[in-house]
């Protein structure tokens, strides 16, 4: 009987984040004096069965308000129109020179559930604040890595019947895309950008930028594809002509990365950072920011304007659903900025983001 070899997975590009084999989060880019932890993925399976049998501490289901806002509109020369869909996914509507609108969808997750079925895993404590039938054609969506939280197969596979968008993502997702139909018959191309690499979609740049994170969706194939964000910049055929530029950062631990994007990128006028899951402490600090730790990014990315992210939909973590956001407002107040400077959205709001007049960016 023949011996039929097994497939062999593509050797991934080496560089200072990847060996040939896996991912893996540069020392250049984490905090000072951060040592490495051992056995983290036995640890976190043994919180998440304790957990179990702890007390809930989110509702069951929430309600959320009527969206204020106009997700449709076209945003004013210099300003962004962002509407918070839930945890990271955001519609953003940005300028063009030629009076255009660039419309952006950022991890778009909008099923029931962030598992791999449907009948288990996190389950939505709010309703996404937008349906996708209620959206505009998206141009492009950015989908930082694989986690369930923010890349969800039936999501993509809606958007590209719909709207045959681009796709951009760090490398070894595509193969996940491909699952959700993108890349083939028509449904949105797809491009894969490591750190620092930048593509040109019309007049748009985006470039995919580091972040402290892993990644994986079965117990089989951690960290073989990348996570990062973005920083778009909506006409750099325009640079004076007040098209903003906005970070988003996925999903993130706090590390030195955020200074390294401000020196290489410049100042982003918006910043969308990640405020939530990041309790227990030990578990969570290489992969999630703190409310505080989120207020320090903004600091060091220097960004204008920033809104939290990743709270307040699903139950991933420890902290109670409030807390995110009360620890910010006092994070902001501890760092002398104003409560607008900072601020979060009601899920489905869709908010108009004016560029700050100079004396009002310390």
Not at 125 to 153: E, F, K, M, N, Q
Not at 244 to 273: E, M, N, T, Y
Not at 327 to 336: D, E, F, P, S
């Amino acid at each position: 009987m023949p011996i039929i070899p097994l497939p062999v997975s593509p050797p991934l590009p080496v560089s200072d984040h990847c060996d040939g084999r896996r991912f893996f989060n540069p020392a250049a880019i984490l905090p000072p004096a951060t040592a490495p932890r051992a056995a983290r993925a036995l640890s976190i399976l043994r919180w998440q069965w304790d957990r179990r049998r702890r007390i809930a501490n989110w509702p069951a289901r929430l309600d959320n308000p009527p969206p204020a806002g106009d997700p449709h509109a076209h945003p004013a020369p210099g300003h962004a129109l962002v509407t918070f869909i839930g945890h990271s996914t955001f519609l953003l509507r940005l300028p063009r020179a030629d009076g255009s609108t660039l419309t952006v969808l950022t991890d778009p997750v909008f099923s029931e559930r962030c598992s791999p079925v449907r009948w288990a895993g996190p389950r939505r404590v709010r309703p996404p604040g937008r349906a996708i039938a209620d959206l505009p054609r998206i141009d492009v969506i950015l989908v930082s890595h694989c986690h369930y939280d923010h890349l969800d197969l039936p999501s993509l596979t809606r958007l590209g019947r719909r709207d045959t968008p681009v796709v951009i993502t760090p490398p070894g997702n595509a193969r996940h895309l491909r699952k959700a139909g993108l890349g083939h018959a028509g449904l949105g191309e797809i491009v894969e950008l490591d750190w620092w690499e930048d593509i040109a979609v019309g007049q748009a740049s985006i470039t995919c930028t580091p972040a402290r994170h892993g990644s994986a969706r079965t117990p089989f194939d951690r960290n073989r594809a990348l996570w990062g964000g973005f920083t778009i910049h909506a006409d750099t055929g325009n640079p004076q002509g007040g098209a903003p530029r906005v970070f988003f950062a996925g999903d993130s631990g706090h590390g030195r990365h955020w200074r390294q994007i401000r020196d290489r990128l410049g100042a982003p006028d918006l910043a969308l950072l990640p405020v939530g899951a990041y309790d227990p402490r030990i578990l969570m600090e290489a992969v999630h920011t703190t409310p505080e730790e989120s207020v320090q990014a903004m600091l060091d990315l220097d960004a204008a304007q920033a809104v939290g992210m990743h709270f307040g939909t699903f139950r991933l973590t420890d902290e109670p659903i409030d807390e995110p956001l009360r620890r910010l407002a006092a994070a902001c107040a501890a760092a002398g900025l104003e409560a607008e400077r900072f601020t979060s959205l009601n899920h489905g709001e869709c908010r108009d983001f004016a560029p700050l007049p100079p004396a009002a960016r310390p």
